[in-house]
Every structure is written in structure tokens, then in C-alpha cells.
């Protein structure tokens, strides 16, 4: 069932939201060659924590860090762990936060010093596929109008979509209905009404689509071993649009 916010509802997530963007800023300065995944993640929990919130994913069905922090091929849902970022990297964190039972969840992708053509490639047209898919959001739209747009702008820049995977609907469980994917049909799913929150994320490889959940059975991996990206924003349907609950 999607679940309509109350006026009071959305004030805590616009406040969990905030605190979401507020933590990727935190970490940005950080994140840089020789740093290590733990590291980071412990920044993230200490600095999410200072603001009176809780990390969403620690304990998230056994989840065992504040963070998912993916490096290269590493799609989603990565364990920090002490290995240490090198230059030429991409890295992607991503971020909950549970602020009196009310979450906001949002990823992005970072390079590690300078990186490659292809990187950086992949990195641009990913963001942009999330603006793509976020410019659809309001009221009487559909949630196919999302996926739709993303697959296309996809499509047009040979970048492969990892369909198993999908944005959700936020609210006082990090996962909700209605599942948001990043393919399909304008004019199909469920209708977008205003006091709506979902979370939108493309996940982008620069090779196949083709995934493989690794031995720990949480990170997600390419199967070609080629970098994949990851965007991502909670976004709140508004009377006329949207807001952006994970950004300025």
C-alpha cells in the first residue's frame, strides 16, 4: 500500500532528508586516496548521530555498518571494510537516516582524485539520468513515466541499467511501496499524488547489465567487472511538482 505523509510526517523527513545531504557534504572533503571504507563510515555514523538522528541502515535487516560504501564495480550495498581508496576510483555512498522514525535515504557517487574519461563518463550521464527521472515527478503522473525516462536516457548513452534493483517509497520504513524502477513503460504503474515519497536511483554500469551478489551476500558487483555508478534522492510529491528532501 502507498502511503499518503501527513503535514507532520513530512516535517521529519524534510529534517531526516537534511540530515542525509548534510552528512555527504560532511564526507566529501574526506574522501580522497589512503582514506579507508571504515573510515568513512564511521564519519558518516558519528556525524549522523550529532544531529540527533539514527543511521537507517545499521542493523537493516542484518546490514552490519552505517554506511554502503560500492567502489568500481561494485554496484550497491558494498560493507566498509579497511580497504583503502586509491586515485582513479569511483566511489558510491549511501547514506539513511532515521530521524524519529522517519527516514531519508540518498546515494551518490564520488571520484577518487583524478579518474578516467570512461569514469567520468559514466558518472555525468548517471546523474543525469536521475535529474531525467525526477523531472517527471507530480502529481497525476505515473510512476512508469520515471523509469521510462531513465531507460531512455540510458539507452541513448550505451550505458547498462541494473534492472533487479530499484528506487522505493520512504517513509517510516526505509522501503516502501511503491517500487520504482529505473525501466519501463510512460503511462503505466501507479498514480504519483501530492504527500507521496519516493526514492529515486538509477544504478548505471558502463558496461552490461548483467550483476552478481558476491559471498558476503550483500554487495552487488558487475558481472563484466567494468565501474558502475549510483544516484540517488528522496524526492516528495508536491501540489504542483516536487520537492527534493536530500538536497538544497
Known sequence: ???IKSKREIELMVIAGNIVYQTHKYLEPFI???VSLLELDGLAEKFIISKGAKPSFKGYEGFPNATCISVNEEVVHGIPSNRK??????VSIDIGADYKGYHGDSAWSYAVGEIDDDKKYLMEHTKQALWEG??????????GDIGYKIERYANAHNLGIVRELCGHGVGNNLHEDPDVPNYGSA?????????MVIAIEPMLNLGSDDIVVEDNDWTITTLDRKPSAHFEHTVLVTKDGYQILTGE
Not at 85 to 90: A, Q
Not at 134 to 143: L, N, T
Not at 187 to 195: A, D, I, Q, S, W
Open 1 to 3: 500500500m502507498i502511503s
Open 187 to 195: 503511462h503505466t504503474g501507479p498514480v504519483l499524488k501530492e504527500g
Open 134 to 143: 525526477i523531472k517527471e515527478v507530480k502529481p497525476g503522473a505515473r510512476i
Open 85 to 90: 581508496l586509491k586515485k582513479g576510483d569511483i
Open 32 to 34: 580522497k586516496p589512503g
